[in-house]
Structures are given as structure tokens and as C-alpha cells.
């Protein structure tokens, strides 16, 4: 597994949550803390976890908690995936992915859920080996993107540049690596006319241009 693909996961995870909520979250008790064990403070981590598994013993069905420890799972997964322990890299791995599945069981309608699951997604997509594989996630994860913004609709225009830039970048990330270029050049040209001179409307501008441009199009103001 490459150096920093769980990294890229978690980040993401945590950019996609925050996008398009008003209100208070439990993703605000942890979301720092967590920014700053990925860039590798493990006091702050070990701070953030035990914050989610406090929340967990109270409630172990609190799906925005689940999905928490999915993404530090996942983080978790790719230390040891470089520490060179595969079998305990596929063990916290699937733990992760059982975490962002059953918290989509319990709330199958909240973009809470639905985003950061679809940004751990999209990252995993991004290092599989096997193509099939990776299209298959993209697939999934633009599936789970395409439900939030359906979601989000209603008030999409009334989001601010970050919300309404991650989850169109993350469309169109999404079905571009799903194999569905068509489906992804729609999202690229909503975000030149939604959002024009942003970070967000550079990188569509280079993917439309060269379509094997490698860098990712999401996650282009977060932390």
C-alpha cells in the first residue's frame, strides 16, 4: 500500500463531513483532534478515538461516531499496511469498512453518512491495484455522492464555495475513475459555471484539458 493513502482517506472523510451542516455535529468534538493525528500527533488522535469510543459505549449505534472510527481505522490500517503487517492492515481495514457500512444502515439518508463515506470511497479507489476494483469503488463512492446532493438540492445554491466544490469535485473524481467520462465532464463543467476563479475551477479546467492529469480534484481548501 502507498505511504499516505490512508492518510488521503481519513483527510478527505473529514473535509466531506463538515460539508453542508448547520447545525451542531459530533464531528465538531472530534474533527481537530483528528486533523492533527493524521498530520501526526498521536496525543491528539489518541484524544479524538477515545472521544469517539466514549460516544460508541453510550450508543453503539450512533452512526456519526461509526463513521469516526471508520476513517481512524482506515488511518490506523495504513500504518500497519507500512509496518509491513498485512494481515493486521486487512483486519483494522475491514473493521473500517464494517463501521462505514453499518452507519449507513442506520442512517441511510444522512449526508453526515453518505460524504464521508463516499470520500473513503473514492480514496481507496484511488490505490487499488486492480482496476476493476478501483472502478468499482469510484462507482460506489459516486453513487453515495450522487445521493447526497440530492439531498442537498434544495438549499445547494445557499452552501458555501467548500461544501458546494467537495462534493462536485468529488462527482466528478467519482465517475471519472468509475470509468463514466461523460457523467464526470458534466460535473467538471458545473463547477466552471458555479463556481469560476476558485482552486475548484483550476483543477476542472486542467482535468477537462488532459484527462489522465492524475491529481485529485476534491479537497482543494480543506485543512
Given amino acids: ?24 455535529r459530533f464531528d465538531n ?3 481537530e483532534d483528528m486533523f492533527r493525528g493524521f498530520a501526526g500527533n498521536e496525543a491528539s488522535f489518541r484524544s479524538a478515538v477515545s472521544t469517539i469510543d466514549e460516544k460508541l ?25 507500512r509496518a509491513g503487517d498485512v494481515a493486521d492492515g486487512r483486519r483494522l481495514a475491514t473493521a473500517a469498512m464494517a463501521d462505514l457500512d453499518r452507519a449507513k444502515t442506520l442512517q441511510p439518508n444522512s449526508n453526515e453518512i453518505l460524504i464521508p463515506r463516499a470520500a473513503v470511497l473514492l480514496s481507496m479507489a484511488h490505490y487499488q491495484s486492480s482496476p476493476r476494483r478501483a472502478q468499482d469503488l469510484a462507482g460506489r463512492a459516486a453513487a453515495e455522492f450522487e445521493a447526497a446532493l440530492a439531498i442537498q438540492q434544495p438549499y445547494f445554491d445557499k ?14 473524481e467519482s465517475w471519472a475513475l468509475a470509468g463514466d467520462r461523460d457523467k ?31 491529481r485529485p480534484l476534491n479537497c482543494q481548501t480543506c485543512h
Fill in 1 to 24: 500500500m502507498k505511504r499516505g493513502f490512508l492518510a488521503i482517506t481519513a483527510v478527505a472523510a473529514v473535509g466531506f463531513a463538515a460539508a453542508g451542516f448547520a447545525q451542531e
Fill in 29 to 31: 468534538l472530534v474533527r
Fill in 57 to 81: 459505549r453510550e450508543n453503539p449505534d450512533y452512526a456519526p461516531a461509526l463513521v469516526w472510527r471508520g476513517a481512524a481505522r482506515f488511518f490506523q490500517a495504513g500504518q500497519v499496511f
Fill in 159 to 172: 452552501l458555501g464555495r467548500h461544501s458546494r466544490g467537495e462534493v462536485l469535485s468529488g462527482l466528478a
Fill in 184 to 214: 464526470a465532464e458534466v460535473y467538471l463543467k458545473r463547477i466552471l459555471a458555479e463556481l469560476p476563479n476558485s482552486p475548484y475551477a483550476e483543477r476542472a479546467t486542467a482535468k477537462l484539458a488532459n484527462w489522465s492529469d492524475p
